[in-house]
């Protein structure tokens, strides 16, 4: 059983930068394709972006492009998401996903497996 586990959220400025993790455990992380959700409160879950096994395709949301960057390590099976340039739009709480495959999607029901998630909160 695979297994996702968050980490980096909290609570930061507008303007300011914060960079997420995903910890992926069960079996190695070069076996999916990628994606960060958010979900804001009162809203629904939208795709931020994603990243295909061997980090060849990445695709954002045109709400992030240019101020977030998706990354992987597969030595260490993480991700990550960078965040600059934060607004309080961005608050939400953010999900890692992966999907077997190596086309990065935002179509979440093609995901397979699901983090708990982290709360990152932007005060203007």
């Known amino acids: 059983q695979v297994q996702l586990v968050e980490s980096g959220g909290g609570l930061v400025q507008a303007g300011a930068s914060l960079g997420l993790s995903c910890a992926v455990s069960?079996?190695?992380?070069?076996?999916?394709?990628m994606a960060w959700f958010r979900q804001a409160p009162g809203k629904e879950r939208e795709s931020v972006a994603a990243?295909?096994?061997?980090?060849?395709?990445?695709i954002y949301a045109d709400s992030v492009k240019g101020r977030f960057t998706i990354s992987r390590d597969n030595a260490k099976n993480t991700v990550y998401l960078q965040m600059n340039s934060l607004k309080s739009e961005d608050t939400a709480v953010y999900y890692c996903?992966?999907?077997?495959?190596?086309?990065?999607?935002?179509?979440?029901?093609?995901?397979?497996?699901w983090g708990q998630g982290t709360q990152v909160t932007v005060s203007s």
């Open positions: 996903a992966a999907r077997y495959g190596n086309r990065p999607t935002f179509l979440s029901w093609e995901y397979n497996f």
């Open positions: 990243i295909g096994r061997n980090s060849g395709t990445t």
């Open positions: 069960g079996r190695t992380s070069d076996t999916y394709t």
